[in-house]
C-alpha cells in the first residue's frame, strides 16, 4: 500500500510541476546528398519523444507543437540510403535539412535507447543489434525464436515450438531482462519450461544489448537486455494501422494481428489485438503428439504529447494455451494428428500488465518516468481444467530517471527503481513456496563525448528482500521451511567508444554486475511437471557476483560491412541446478501409484564464460548481399574444472540476398541460406549428453505492390528445406534431458516449414 501512495504522490508530483513550454512546429526536409533531390517517404523519428513522420512528395517533414527548447537524437532512414543519426538542439532556429548518402548499407547506424542516454550505436559503449519490425515476420512461433535467428550471440532454450527462453552469451532465465512499454516483464522468468509472455507483433523494433546491464536495471541483467520497443505514434492530425497475417505449412500456424493508432490534437491512442494457432508440430519421424498452442493478445494505449512531454498509459492481456507430451520411455512420440483441440497436461498462462510511461521536459533537464502492474497466472493441467500447479504472482513496479542539464560537455543522469512482488500458491501441488520480494536500487550515471570519443561510468547500489512462507502438509509434515533473505550489492561500470573515420569505429566495457538469488532456487521442493524432475532449492544461496569485460570493432563501407567482438564473464556463486550421483526422488500420487523422479538440486559454483561474435556481411554490387553471423561461447565450471551445462552450440549463419530493381514492384527480394550449428561435446557429463552438429537450408521471397496508393507486402519463407531430422543442443526435449534413465529418448525439431504471409500498411501523412 505505501508503494502505491509513492506512485501517486510522484505522479501527481510530477504533472503539478510540469510547466508549460513554448511550442514549435518543426520543418524540415530530407534530401539525396548527391543530387540534392528530395526524397518522398524517409521516415524521421524522435524516439525520445516517441514521435514519427513520414517525409511528403517534396521531401518535407512536419512535427507540429513539439517543444522549443530541448535537445534530442533524431534517426533518418530511407531504403537504400545509409541511415543518419544526429543530434539536434530545437532552440536553434537553423532549418534542418538532412542529407543522406546513397548506399547498400541501410542501418548500419541505428539509436539505441536502453541504455541511461539515448544515442546512434556509434556513441554507444554497449554492444546491441535492432531488428525491425520486417525482419520479426517470417517462418517464427515467437518473439525469442525470431530474434534467436538474426542476432549474433543470442540463442534460445527451447521446449517444443511454443515455449523459447533467451539465452544471451551463454546465459539465460533471471540472468536476461526483458522490457516493454520500458517495465522489466515479471512472470516465472526462473522456470525451465516458462517462455516471454508477449506478442511478437507488438514490436515496432527490438534493441538486443549483449553483456552486463546491472547498471540500469539492477539485479537480473547479469547476460543482457531484450528491450521491445512499441511503434512511435503518428504525427499530429494523423492515423496509422496495419494488418498482417500468414500461415506456415509444418504445424498450420495461422498469426492475425491488426492494429491501428492516431494523434488528433496531442491526444494519442494505439490498439492492436493478434492472435495464433497451431497444431502438433511435424517433424521427420511423425507429428509430435500434443505439441500444438493457441494465443491471444489484446493491447492498447491511452495518452497525451504536449510540450511537456508525453504521459502514455499502456494496458496488455495476453493468453497463452500450450499442450505437453507427457510420455514414458518406451511410449509413441509421434502421430499423424493435425487436430487443433489440445490434450492434457497443458498449461494456461495469462498475463495481465499496466504501464504509465511518462517523459517531463524541464527546459534542459528531463524526467523519465515508468510505472508497472503485473499480474502473472501459470496454470499446469495434468488430467483435468482444474489446475494442478497454479502460480499467481502481482508485482508493482517504479523506475525513474532525472537527466540533468548538461554542463562542460557531461551528461548526468540519476535513476531509482523499486518493484514489490506477491506471489501465491493456488493449486493442489505445491513447487516452490508462496513469497514476497521487495527490491530498491539507485545509479549515477555520466558520460562525455569530445571529438571522436565518448567515455561513460556509472555507479548503482542495490537492496533486495525475498521473504519465503514456511508451509506443512496435511500431516503436519513441512514442505517449506521458508527462508527470509536480505541481498544488497554495489555494481559499476565504465565505457569508451572512438570514432577511427566514417567506416570504423570501437566499444569497449568493463564492469561488475549480479545477481540475487531467485524463490525458485531458494525454497523449491517438489515434482516440476514441466520439467518431469523433483527441484530442491537452497535457502542459504549467495548472490551471483560478475566480472565482465567486452570490445567490438565495427566496420562500414560500401563493400565491407561487419562487426567483431570479444567477452569475457566470470561469475561468482554461480547458481544452477544439477543431478548428481543419479539421486532420485519418490512421490506417491493422488491415485496412491509412486513414480520417481530425478533429483535436481540448486547449488553453487564459480564459472568463467568467454567467447566471440560478430557479423560480416559483402557487397559485390548494390543488389547482392552476402550476410554471415557467427557466435561461440566456452563456459568452464571453475569449480569443479568442467564444463558448464546448458551452453549453445557454435553457430554460423550464411544467407546470400538478392534485391534487384523490378519495375512496378518495390523492395523486391529472394534469398537462400545455410545454418551451420555446431557439435556441442562441452556438456556436465554428470547429467547431460552431448549434441550432435547439424546444417539447415532456408530460402525465402518477397515484394510489396502499389494497389492505387495502398501498399501490399507478399512474402514465402522456408526453414529446414531439406526436413533434417536434428535435436538442437539447447531443447529441453533432446536426448538426455527429457529422460536420464533413458539418454537415447529424446525428440526432434521441427522439419520443413514454408511460411506465407500478407502485410498491409496504411495511414494518412499530414
Known amino acids: 500500500m505505501k508503494l502505491k501512495l509513492l506512485y501517486c504522490f510522484i505522479f501527481l508530483l510530477v504533472q503539478f510541476t510540469a510547466s508549460a513550454t513554448d511550442v514549435i512546429d518543426l520543418k524540415g526536409k530530407v534530401v539525396d546528398a548527391k543530387t540534392n533531390e528530395p526524397l518522398a517517404g524517409a521516415t524521421v523519428s524522435i524516439p525520445d519523444l516517441r ?47 538532412f542529407a543522406l548518402q546513397p548506399s547498400v548499407i541501410e542501418a548500419h547506424e541505428v539509436v539505441i535507447t536502453g541504455t541511461p542516454i539515448t544515442a546512434g550505436s556509434k556513441y554507444n559503449s554497449t554492444s546491441a543489434t535492432v531488428v525491425t519490425k520486417d525482419q520479426l515476420q517470417g517462418s517464427s512461433t515467437n518473439l ?21 527462453k533467451p539465452v544471451i552469451r551463454g546465459l539465460s532465465y533471471n540472468r536476461v531482462v526483458t522490457l516493454n512499454d520500458g517495465v522489466k516483464q515479471q512472470g516465472q522468468q526462473w522456470g525451465d519450461e516458462h517462455g516471454i509472455e508477449m506478442d511478437q507483433f507488438s514490436a515496432g523494433r527490438v534493441e538486443v544489448l549483449r553483456g552486463a546491464a546491472s547498471l540500469q536495471y539492477g539485479s537480473d541483467a547479469l547476460g543482457g537486455v531484450i528491450n521491445v520497443i512499441d511503434p512511435p505514434t503518428p504525427a499530429e492530425g494523423n492515423i496509422a494501422g496495419e494488418v498482417l497475417t500468414n500461415y506456415s505449412t509444418n504445424n498450420g500456424l495461422s ?14 491512442w494505439r490498439g492492436r489485438g493478434s492472435y495464433q494457432n497451431a497444431y502438433s508440430y511435424n517433424t521427420p519421424a511423425g507429428r ?18 504536449k510540450p511537456w512531454g508525453y504521459s502514455h498509459l499502456n494496458f496488455s492481456y495476453y493468453k497463452n494455451n500450450i499442450g505437453f507430451l507427457d510420455a514414458e520411455p518406451g511410449d509413441p512420440l509421434y502421430n499423424t494428428s493435425t487436430s487443433r483441440t489440445l490434450d492434457f497436461p497443458r498449461q494456461d498462462i495469462r498475463h495481465y500488465k499496466v504501464a504509465l510511461n511518462n517523459n517531463f521536459l524541464f527546459g534542459s533537464s528531463s524526467l523519465k518516468l515508468d510505472l508497472g502492474f503485473q499480474k502473472n497466472q501459470r496454470r499446469e493441467l495434468e488430467e483435468t481444467t ?5 502460480f499467481d504472482m502481482n508485482t508493482y513496479s517504479l523506475d525513474a530517471k532525472y537527466y540533468l542539464p548538461e554542463s562542460n560537455g557531461w551528461h548526468p543522469v540519476i535513476g531509482v527503481s523499486s518493484a514489490l512482488s506477491h506471489s501465491v500458491n493456488l493449486g493442489e501441488e505445491l513447487l516452490i513456496p508462496a513469497y514476497d520480494e521487495f527490491s530498491i536500487g539507485a545509479f549515477v ?17 542495490d537492496f533486495i528482500s525475498n521473504k519465503g512462507k514456511a508451509q506443512n502438509n496435511a500431516e503436519g509434515e513441512p514442505i517449506f521451511t521458508g527462508f527470509d533473505n536480505r541481498f544488497s550489492n554495489v555494481s559499476g561500470a565504465l565505457g569508451f567508444t572512438h570514432i577511427f573515420n566514417d567506416d570504423l569505429s570501437f566499444k569497449a566495457n568493463a564492469g561488475t554486475a549480479f545477481r540475487a538469488p531467485n524463490p525458485a532456487e531458494l525454497g523449491s521442493n517438489g515434482v516440476h511437471e514441466g520439467t518431469t524432475r523433483y527441484e530442491i532449492g537452497d535457502p542459504n544461496l549467495s548472490p551471483e557476483r560478475s566480472y565482465q569485460a567486452d570490445a567490438t570493432l565495427e566496420y562500414g563501407s560500401g563493400f565491407v560491412t561487419g562487426s567483431f567482438g570479444i567477452y569475457e564473464n566470470y561469475i561468482h556463486n554461480y547458481i544452477y541446478a544439477s543431478n548428481t550421483n543419479k ?13 520417481s523422479y530425478d533429483t535436481y538440486r540448486y547449488g ?72 551451420n550449428f555446431f557439435r556441442q561435446g562441452r556438456v556436465d557429463e554428470t547429467f547431460e549428453t552431448a549434441a550432435g552438429g547439424y546444417t539447415l537450408l532456408n530460402a525465402g521471397i518477397g515484394a510489396t505492390f502499389n494497389i492505387g496508393k495502398q501498399p501490399l507486402k507478399l512474402y514465402v519463407s522456408g526453414t529446414n528445406l531439406t526436413n533434417k531430422a536434428y535435436y538442437d543442443a539447447l531443447s529441453r526435449l533432446r536426448p538426455g534431458r527429457f529422460s536420464q534413465e533413458d539418454p537415447t529418448f529424446g525428440i526432434y525439431n521441427m522439419g520443413r516449414n514454408i511460411t506465407f504471409g500478407v502485410y498491409i500498411p496504411f495511414g494518412t501523412n499530414r
Open 51 to 97: 514521435l514519427a513522420v513520414a517525409t511528403n512528395l517534396n521531401g518535407e517533414f512536419t512535427f507540429r507543437s513539439i517543444p522549443q527548447r530541448g535537445r534530442f537524437v533524431v534517426q533518418v532512414q530511407y531504403v537504400s540510403y545509409k541511415s543518419l543519426t544526429q543530434t539536434i538542439d530545437l532552440s536553434s532556429q537553423a532549418p534542418l535539412v
Open 144 to 164: 525469442i525464436d525470431a530474434l534467436a535467428k538474426q542476432v549474433p550471440g543470442m540463442s534460445q532454450i527451447t521446449t517444443s515450438q511454443a515455449i523459447s
Open 255 to 268: 498469426n492475425t494481428s491488426v492494429m491501428l493508432s492516431g494523434n488528433e490534437n496531442g491526444f494519442v
Open 288 to 305: 509430435v503428439i500434443n505439441s500444438g498452442f493457441n494465443q491471444t493478445n489484446a493491447s492498447g494505449m491511452l495518452g497525451v504529447n
Open 386 to 390: 482444474t489446475p494442478n500447479l497454479f
Open 445 to 461: 550515471y555520466l558520460k562525455k563525448a569530445w571529438d571522436k570519443n565518448t567515455f561513460s561510468a556509472g555507479a548503482r547500489y
Open 583 to 595: 539421486e532420485q526422488t519418490t512421490v506417491v500420487g493422488e491415485d496412491g501409484q509412486s513414480r
Open 604 to 675: 553453487q559454483v564459480n564459472a568463467n564464460l568467454y567467447g566471440f561474435e560478430g557479423n560480416l556481411t559483402l557487397h559485390p554490387v548494390s543488389f547482392i548481399h552476402f550476410e554471415n553471423t557467427f557466435s561461440y561461447t566456452h563456459a568452464q565450471n571453475e569449480t569443479f574444472d568442467r564444463p558448464l551445462a546448458l551452453i549453445p552450440a557454435g553457430v554460423l549463419h550464411n544467407t546470400l540476398r538478392f534485391e534487384p530493381k523490378v519495375k512496378r514492384i518495390k523492395d523486391f527480394y529472394f534469398y537462400a541460406g545455410i545454418d
